[in-house]
Structure formats: C-alpha cells, structure tokens
C-alpha cells in the first residue's frame, strides 16, 4: 500500500464513489491507485467541470464530491468549478497533483503556487506530506462537511503519492451540527410571527443542506406562512404547495417585489444573500433572520431581529410554537401565483423560449431532476418551472457560473441513476462546455440535453439594451440556423423548432441508452420584458 492507497481507502470510507478530473503523469499514481482501490475515476473534457460536477455530487450524495487536476493549468482550470463549491457551499475535496517535493517552488513546467491559489476559494488548503497523510484527510473531510459547507483543497506531491503507506485508514468523524440558536431567540422569532398581520417566508440556500427538509412544510403550514424562495431554494417545500409564491428576483421581479412589499415582516429562512442582498428588494419591510449565521446587510434594511444556529433546530422549535392569525387569504395567493405565471409567458406566434421551458418541464416526470445553467434562461426557468422535491432543481446561483448545467447533468445523473435528469442550457453555456457530451456518451447516460438556441448571449444583450449599448460582441451565431450535426462526438443531434417537437425529443431522450443533444431554435425575444422587467 502506497499513500495514493491510504488517500483512496479513506476516500472510499467517506462515502466518495468516484472523482472527476482530468490526468498528467503526476496524477498516474492517484488514478492507479483509485482503479486498484474501487473508487471510480471520470474523465471529464475540462477540469472547470470536473469541479461542477464533483459540487453536484457532494449536493446530492451527503459525502464530499471529489474532483482531482494536475499542477499550474489544470488546478487553475479546476478552480473555477472549485469557486461554485465555496459560495454556493457544497461539501467538496479537490485534489491537485504536484511535482516531487523537492521539485517545489522552483522555476519548472507548470508550477504554480497551489495554495495561494485556493487559499481565497476554500475552506483550507493543506499539503499531503507522509506520515500525516491519514490525519490531514481526516481533518479535511470534517472540515468539508460542516457546516457552513465547502471545499477543501489538498496538494499531493507524486513522490508523496508513491511513497509507502503505513498509516491505517482514519475513522471519519460524525458530522457535528453547529450550536442551537438561544431558547430565547427563538421565543421572540415565534412572537414576531404570530403577531404578524402579512408575514411572509423566504426560503434561501442554506435551507438546501437541512438534514430534515419536511421542517420547512411543518413551519409555513403552522403559521399559514405564505413562502417564496430564492432560486437555489426552489423545490424544498413542492411549489404546488398552496402557500407558495414562487421564486424571488428572477423573471417578473417587479410582480414579486409588489407583493414582498405589501408584508409587514419578510422571514428569511436560511436565507443566504450569496444569490441576492437583501437590500436589492426588502425595501421598508422589517426584517426577522433565521440562519447559520449573522445576516449580512447595510444599514438601510430594517432588522427586527435574528437568530442565529443549527437550521434544523431552529426550525423545529418554531414548528412547535403557537401559531399565530395572519390575515392571508388562500384566495388572493392563489391570485398572486396566477398572475405571475401568466405574465411570464407573453404570447406570441413564435416557438418562444418559455414555451420550449414548460415543453421540457411536461416532458420530465415529477421526480425528475434538472440541471440547468447560467444566462437569461435561467431567470425565466427560476421563475416559471414548478420544482416539487428538494435536490430536483440544480443551479449555481452564488458562484454563478456559465458552464454549469451539462457537468452538473453528469454528476446528477450518476448520483441518482434511477431518476430521470435533463440538461437544459443556453447556447452560449452550450458553446463553452460541449466537450462534456463525450463524457456522458462515454459513461452511457440517458441524458437529454437540450440546448436553448437563441444564438445569443441573450441575458448580456437584454442589459445592452437596458443600458443602450449597442449590440457588440453578445451575437452567437449571425448567418441562418442551419439544422445541427447529426452527431457530436457520436452523440445524436436533433434540431426542434416546435413544443411538441421538443417535448416529443426530450420523451425519447429519457429512454434513450445514452445522451442526445436536443437543440431547440427558439425565440427569446420576451425576455425584454420577462427577465428584465
Ligand atoms: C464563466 C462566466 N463567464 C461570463 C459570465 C457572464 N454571463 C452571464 S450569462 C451570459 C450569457 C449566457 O449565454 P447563453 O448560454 O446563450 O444563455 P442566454 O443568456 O442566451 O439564455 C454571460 C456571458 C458568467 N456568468 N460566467
Ligand atoms: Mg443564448
């Protein structure tokens, strides 16, 4: 057994079942060892992915995502999926290869400064040196997994790598939850609820990591609390839920901010204003917090007050207090949510891209997961996509980075092989990232992917137009579509210009023996109106 041995066995012992990456010679011992070991290695077409991918892992499997890149290029590639792990907070262990130890800092190929590179966008970063291989890994899986969540880099040397490992396999830790909010604090959250006429829920990201998620049903329905939620939140109560109000500061913002406005307390619940400061649409309404830890605001917004602990126990305790009377009618949320969704499918003759959206959406049963990615599309599929089950809705809101969707697809759809997954990007995000069709050809997925044609940066076009620029540089595509390829990379392309065609595609794609590219020509006119309303 060598320390590239130790490193997978203890890997394996916290429930990691594959890392994303992609090799150079220095990595050869690692992926040695993880093919002697069981730990499985997926080859992805850029590290960037490798690094979304292995964030959707940790999300979605409870153990941290792994993700693994040679020195200088490959870590600074990797660092970009790394920096989605950190805000947007998953558990995460990205592993850079090195050179020999005696090789460090000096003028060679490829070398970098690892940790000063990480160092802003981990929670740690430590050097794999022998004798402390077992201990570090202990400590960075802890680390990793508590909360607040996020990566942790570790540089491992190739001399290291191949030395012998005769250090047994740490035992992994129980995860620790963070310290209860006061018994007093949440006396007082629970007095300013009941006494509230207009309260209303907003649901954040931190709520997508509870151990219990059915605690923020118990919580709303107690206090008849009408709910909204930020878009990484969307899905952790079923938004058929009639107390639902949908997805905040996304497409027809105006529409939720007219609403926000007309609370007398707005209740974040594990809100984290990574997606969007609470100061964008709080205007004059008072404030209660109910998170991990300290609200981050200026002065302008009105804190009532907060507490601040373990989500889960927080939101036990307020499920257990008195409800109280506030004076929402089913009837005008019903109203509310009505409204909403209409405004956001403008009609038009046109195959538009909200009804390609709701096309994908019919397509995908109940349960199914969705990855998507970042670019107009996004605001108009947080706001008009039903999401009915946490872990079904997968974005990077915080980090916020293109090229999310189609690794995210990947990770989700080996991380939940029973349940269907569909990739759903922009063309532009398409652009950046197409090489990862040949993973998900490789690994067999049923994956259809869907790309959004509009042949625009279309969310940097619309602000061209806010701001009247003119257009420059925002054009994808500027001769006529013509029909896609019939492959890439052996993947089948179709092209669809209708929504049945496209809901007919994506049917097919889920029952297909592996990924097809579905690429739907579509007109996102409406977004001048819908996502920058
Ligand atoms: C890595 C990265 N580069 C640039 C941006 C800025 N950006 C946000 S959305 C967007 C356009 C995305 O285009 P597309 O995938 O076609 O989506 P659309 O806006 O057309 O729906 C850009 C360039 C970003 N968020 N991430
Ligand atoms: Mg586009």
């Known amino acids: 057994m060598n320390n590239a041995d130790l490193i997978v066995a203890t890997l394996k012992a916290a429930g990691i079942r594959n890392g994303f990456g992609i090799p ?36 979605l499997t409870g153990a941290p995502g792994l993700c693994i890149a040679t020195l200088g290029p490959g870590a600074t590639n990797l660092a970009t999926g790394v920096g989605s792990a950190f805000l947007d907070r998953s558990p995460m262990i990205a592993i850079t290869c090195n050179l020999n130890t005696d090789q460090l800092g000096r003028r060679i190929q490829m070398w970098i400064d690892h940790h000063a590179l990480f160092r802003p966008i981990t929670k740690a970063t430590f050097r794999l040196e022998p004798g402390k291989i077992a201990e570090t890994l202990a400590q960075a899986i802890a680390l990793t997994l508590s909360e607040p969540r996020g990566p ?4 491992l040397p190739e001399d290291v790598a191949l030395a012998p490992g005769n250090e047994p396999v ?39 990591r509870l151990a219990d998620p059915s605690l923020l049903r118990k919580v709303v329905e ?35 901010r007219r609403l926000l406005h007309s609370a007398d307390l707005i209740v974040g619940l594990g809100y984290d204003t990574v997606e969007v400061e609470y100061e964008a649409w709080i205007g004059d309404v008072p404030l209660l917090q109910i998170d991990i830890e300290p609200v981050d605001i200026p002065g302008s917004v009105k804190l009532v007050h907060q507490a601040t602990g373990d989500l889960d126990a927080s939101l036990a305790r307020l499920a257990a207090r008195p409800p109280g009377s506030n ?8 109203a509310h949510r009505r409204e909403f969704q209409a405004a956001l499918r ?21 349960e199914g997961l969705l990855s998507f990615d970042v670019g107009a599309h996004t605001h108009q599929i947080a706001s008009q996509w039903p ?21 995210g697809a990947i990770a989700a759809k080996l991380a939940r092989p029973d349940h269907p997954v569909v990739c759903l990007i922009g063309d532009g995000c398409f652009q950046m990232t197409c090489g990862e069709v040949a993973v998900a050809k490789r690994l067999r997925l049923a994956l259809p992917i869907v790309v959004l044609d509009d042949r625009w940066l279309a969310l940097i076009k619309v602000k061209q137009i806010r701001r009247q620029f003119p257009f420059y540089g925002t054009a994808l595509q500027e001769e006529e579509y013509r029909e896609p390829p019939a492959h890439y990379f052996g ?31 579509v007109d996102s006119e409406h977004y001048i109106e819908t996502v920058y309303d």
């Open 24 to 59: 150079s010679g220095n990595v050869l011992p690692l992926m040695e060892a993880m093919r002697r070991g069981g730990l499985d290695f997926v080859l992805t077409a850029h590290e960037g992915s490798a690094g979304f991918a292995a964030d959707v892992s940790g999300r």
């Open 152 to 155: 942790v880099h570790l540089d």
């Open 170 to 208: 740490p035992a992994i830790a129980p995860r620790k939850p963070i310290a209860p909010a006061p018994e007093a604090a949440m006396a007082r959250a629970g007095e300013l609820i009941a006494a509230a006429k207009r309260p209303i829920a907003v649901i954040g990201a931190s709520a997508m």
């Open 222 to 256: 107690r206090h008849r609390l009408p709910f909204a939620t930020t878009t990484m939140a969307k899905g952790m109560i079923d938004e058929d839920h009639p107390l639902a109000l949908g997805c905040i500061e996304r497409a027809r913002r105006q529409l939720q």
């Open 327 to 334: 004076t929402w009618s089913a009837a005008a949320l019903a």
């Open 346 to 366: 403008p009609p038009a003759a046109s195959f538009t891209a909200h009804a390609a959206i709701d096309a994908v959406r019919r397509a995908l049963p109940r």
């Open 387 to 407: 999401a009915h089950a946490p872990q079904t809705f997968l974005i990077t809101n915080g980090w916020s980075s293109m090229g999310f969707g189609l690794p």
């Open 491 to 521: 993947v089948p392309a179709v092209g669809v210009r209708s929504a049945e065609a496209l809901e007919a595609a994506v049917t097919a794609g889920l029952a297909a023996d592996g990924p097809t590219v579905i690429e739907a020509v």
